[in-house]
């Protein structure tokens, strides 16, 4: 049996909750992400510490953090926003062979909000990520 000591620092992705909040960076309204940083000190994986949670938004449009007061989180954390219901899809619109801008659609107003110009197609996958998305909903525009 290996003994060990350690923090356990996860950090895991909790998806889109609530109502749209403004982002501090770039002061656009949208349903954020969120994501969930659990830390803990363990002996053999059992804890033995406190465990704490703490809770931090991320904007689906320029991919800032913002932390977020566990009671805030707590207050929504049952509203899960479906796929349906998300104000936000994913565009890559083909520029050439292998360059694409990356572009947020409003789903409400159909307004486009560039994000990148001119980036590949891994870049705008890993953006996504980043913004709490997901690359299967990516919708390319040749
Ligand atoms: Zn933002």
Redesign the pocket.
């Known amino acids: 049996m290996v003994i060990f000591w350690g923090t356990e620092d996860r950090i895991k992705r909790v998806g889109f909750r609530g109502d749209k909040i403004k982002?501090e960076?770039?002061h656009?309204s949208y349903i954020p992400c969120y994501y969930r940083r659990t830390v803990y000190d363990h002996f053999c994986a059992i804890p033995v510490s406190e465990i704490t949670h703490t809770y931090k938004s991320v904007?689906p449009?320029?991919?800032?953090n913002q932390f977020v007061q566990t009671f805030r989180f707590t207050e929504i954390a049952n509203t899960t926003v479906t796929k349906e219901m998300q104000d936000i899809s994913y565009i890559a619109v083909q520029k050439d062979k292998h360059k694409y801008d990356f572009v947020a659609m409003d789903n409400l107003t159909q307004e486009q909000i560039l994000i990148a110009p001119n980036v590949s197609m891994f870049d705008i996958k890993e953006g996504i990520r980043r913004r709490g998305g997901k690359t299967k909903d990516l919708i390319i525009v040749v």
């Open positions: 982002c960076n770039c656009k904007c449009i320029c991919g800032y």
